[in-house]
Nanobody
Protein backbone atom coordinates (compact mmCIF):
# COMPACT_ATOMS: atom_id res chain seq x y z
CA UNK A 1 0.00 0.00 0.00
CA UNK A 2 1.18 3.48 -0.79
CA UNK A 3 1.90 5.80 2.12
CA UNK A 4 1.06 9.47 1.64
CA UNK A 5 2.21 12.50 3.61
CA UNK A 6 0.77 15.95 2.95
CA UNK A 7 2.24 19.31 3.83
CA UNK A 8 1.80 22.97 3.03
CA UNK A 9 -1.45 23.85 4.74
CA UNK A 10 -1.88 26.98 6.81
CA UNK A 11 -3.71 30.22 7.36
CA UNK A 12 -3.92 32.67 4.49
CA UNK A 13 -5.97 35.72 3.64
CA UNK A 14 -8.54 35.79 0.82
CA UNK A 15 -6.88 36.29 -2.54
CA UNK A 16 -3.60 34.72 -1.49
CA UNK A 17 -2.06 31.50 -2.77
CA UNK A 18 -0.91 28.28 -1.18
CA UNK A 19 0.79 25.17 -2.49
CA UNK A 20 0.16 21.77 -0.97
CA UNK A 21 2.53 18.85 -1.40
CA UNK A 22 2.02 15.13 -1.05
CA UNK A 23 4.87 12.66 -1.04
CA UNK A 24 4.16 9.03 -1.84
CA UNK A 25 6.27 6.13 -0.63
CA UNK A 26 5.99 2.37 -0.71
CA UNK A 27 5.36 0.11 -3.69
CA UNK A 28 5.98 1.82 -6.99
CA UNK A 29 3.31 1.88 -9.67
CA UNK A 30 3.97 3.28 -13.06
CA UNK A 31 0.57 4.84 -13.63
CA UNK A 32 -0.66 5.60 -10.17
CA UNK A 33 -3.37 8.22 -9.90
CA UNK A 34 -2.82 10.77 -7.17
CA UNK A 35 -5.59 13.08 -6.19
CA UNK A 36 -6.71 15.71 -3.74
CA UNK A 37 -9.97 15.82 -1.86
CA UNK A 38 -11.14 18.30 0.73
CA UNK A 39 -13.60 18.33 3.59
CA UNK A 40 -15.02 21.21 5.56
CA UNK A 41 -17.12 20.81 8.74
CA UNK A 42 -20.40 21.50 6.96
CA UNK A 43 -19.78 19.51 3.80
CA UNK A 44 -18.98 15.97 2.74
CA UNK A 45 -15.54 15.17 1.40
CA UNK A 46 -15.33 16.36 -2.17
CA UNK A 47 -13.02 15.77 -5.09
CA UNK A 48 -10.61 18.55 -6.00
CA UNK A 49 -8.17 17.29 -8.64
CA UNK A 50 -6.15 14.29 -9.81
CA UNK A 51 -3.05 13.56 -11.86
CA UNK A 52 -1.73 10.39 -13.43
CA UNK A 53 1.92 10.13 -12.49
CA UNK A 54 2.96 8.14 -15.55
CA UNK A 55 2.00 10.64 -18.24
CA UNK A 56 1.08 13.76 -16.32
CA UNK A 57 -2.50 13.89 -17.50
CA UNK A 58 -4.67 15.65 -14.98
CA UNK A 59 -8.04 17.13 -14.34
CA UNK A 60 -9.48 19.62 -11.88
CA UNK A 61 -13.03 19.87 -10.63
CA UNK A 62 -14.88 22.26 -12.92
CA UNK A 63 -15.73 24.72 -10.16
CA UNK A 64 -12.05 25.07 -9.27
CA UNK A 65 -10.58 25.39 -12.74
CA UNK A 66 -8.73 28.62 -13.24
CA UNK A 67 -7.71 28.79 -9.59
CA UNK A 68 -6.37 25.32 -8.70
CA UNK A 69 -3.62 23.51 -10.56
CA UNK A 70 -2.41 19.97 -9.91
CA UNK A 71 0.95 18.65 -11.02
CA UNK A 72 3.20 15.70 -10.31
CA UNK A 73 6.92 15.05 -10.09
CA UNK A 74 7.73 11.43 -10.88
CA UNK A 75 11.32 11.73 -9.73
CA UNK A 76 10.31 12.60 -6.19
CA UNK A 77 6.93 10.80 -6.13
CA UNK A 78 5.31 14.08 -5.20
CA UNK A 79 2.06 15.69 -6.25
CA UNK A 80 1.38 19.36 -5.81
CA UNK A 81 -1.81 21.37 -5.57
CA UNK A 82 -1.32 25.03 -6.36
CA UNK A 83 -4.24 27.05 -5.04
CA UNK A 84 -4.57 30.63 -6.20
CA UNK A 85 -6.97 33.43 -5.34
CA UNK A 86 -8.15 31.53 -2.30
CA UNK A 87 -11.59 32.20 -0.89
CA UNK A 88 -13.05 31.60 2.56
CA UNK A 89 -15.11 28.75 1.13
CA UNK A 90 -11.87 26.94 0.27
CA UNK A 91 -11.29 26.47 3.99
CA UNK A 92 -11.09 22.73 4.61
CA UNK A 93 -8.85 19.83 5.45
CA UNK A 94 -7.19 18.73 2.24
CA UNK A 95 -6.43 15.05 1.78
CA UNK A 96 -4.07 13.40 -0.65
CA UNK A 97 -5.22 10.08 -2.08
CA UNK A 98 -3.85 7.47 -4.44
CA UNK A 99 -5.22 4.65 -6.50
CA UNK A 100 -3.29 1.96 -8.31
CA UNK A 101 -5.57 1.80 -11.32
CA UNK A 102 -4.65 4.31 -13.98
CA UNK A 103 -8.18 5.49 -14.64
CA UNK A 104 -9.36 8.85 -13.39
CA UNK A 105 -12.22 8.96 -10.96
CA UNK A 106 -13.81 11.48 -8.60
CA UNK A 107 -15.18 8.69 -6.40
CA UNK A 108 -13.64 8.68 -2.95
CA UNK A 109 -14.09 4.94 -2.39
CA UNK A 110 -12.04 4.10 -5.47
CA UNK A 111 -8.84 5.48 -3.96
CA UNK A 112 -6.76 2.91 -2.08
CA UNK A 113 -4.54 5.07 0.09
CA UNK A 114 -5.05 8.31 2.02
CA UNK A 115 -2.88 10.82 3.80
CA UNK A 116 -3.64 12.28 7.18
CA UNK A 117 -4.78 15.63 5.78
CA UNK A 118 -3.50 19.17 5.97
CA UNK A 119 -5.65 22.07 7.11
CA UNK A 120 -6.16 25.15 4.98
CA UNK A 121 -7.84 28.18 6.48
CA UNK A 122 -8.72 31.22 4.40
CA UNK A 123 -9.70 34.13 6.57
CA UNK A 124 -9.11 37.83 6.93
Amino acid sequence: QVQLVESGGGLVQPGESLRLSCVASGPAFSNIIMGWFRQSPDREREFVAAVRQGDGHSFVEDSLKGRFIISGDNASNTVYLQMNNLRPEDTAVYYCAARTMAIFTRTESEYNSWGQGTRVTVSS
